[in-house]
């Protein structure tokens, strides 16, 4: 996540780019942004290229680069209150969606059915997954049965067998011989559009 000096710093360097078609000198940037020191401004930049956001070219004055810049960022602008409300204090930050969600070894898959319904997993959600051969007892996975059906449940190990349970109380667990069970991978988080 972006704090707000680094992003406000990003970006005065787009607009600055963008209008001047090369980089600003930390010098520009502090009086460009409103900061005396140029040494918070350096810092800033350093925490932005760790992020992946600019890269600094060896041997030259106006040494910025930027990458992608905003692309995946959303503004995580505050907190809001799902019980008793709260005061309304906007602190923005620039949360990677990106960085959050997708990494090498995920995958989404579209859920289809109820039976994680009471895991505030509902049909139509997409669910982000990870590749996995092995889980917990507890965690919530992509099981596969018998080679051919692939189902998302709470898995939970005994001797000799897997049980598969469902976040429904109107569905019975599944229980399978510890042979019939692959674990593909394991939920990490959901997407849930509305229109």
């Not at 992003?7 to 963008?18: N, V, Y």
């Not at 940037?29 to 956001?53: D, E, F, H």
Request: with cysteine; proline share 3%; aromatic share 6%.
């Amino acid at each position: 996540m972006l704090t707000k000096s680094q992003h406000k710093i990003l970006k005065f360097l787009e607009r600055f780019f963008s209008n001047n078609g090369h980089a600003p000198t930390v010098a520009e940037i502090a009086t460009g942004i409103g900061i005396k020191s140029r040494g918070v401004v350096y810092r800033n930049l350093q925490a932005i290229a760790t992020k992946g956001l600019i890269r600094f070219i060896p041997g030259h004055r106006r040494n910025i680069e930027l990458i992608n810049s905003r692309l995946g960022y959303l503004p995580l602008v505050g907190r809001i209150a799902a019980g008793l409300p709260i005061e309304a204090i906007e602190n923005v930050e620039w949360f990677n969606i990106a960085e959050q969600l997708a990494g090498d070894n995920r995958y989404l898959l579209q859920v289809k059915g109820d039976s994680m319904i009471e895991d505030s997993i509902c049909d139509g959600d997409i669910v982000i997954c990870e590749q996995a051969k092995a889980a917990n007892n507890g965690q919530i996975v992509v099981a596969l049965i018998d080679n051919q059906e692939a189902t998302l449940k709470r898995i939970k190990y005994s001797s000799d067998s897997v049980t598969l349970i469902p976040a429904n109380a109107t569905l019975e667990p599944m229980i399978y011989a510890r042979d019939r069970v692959q674990v593909q991978g394991v939920f990490v988080g959901l997407l849930r559009l509305t229109t």
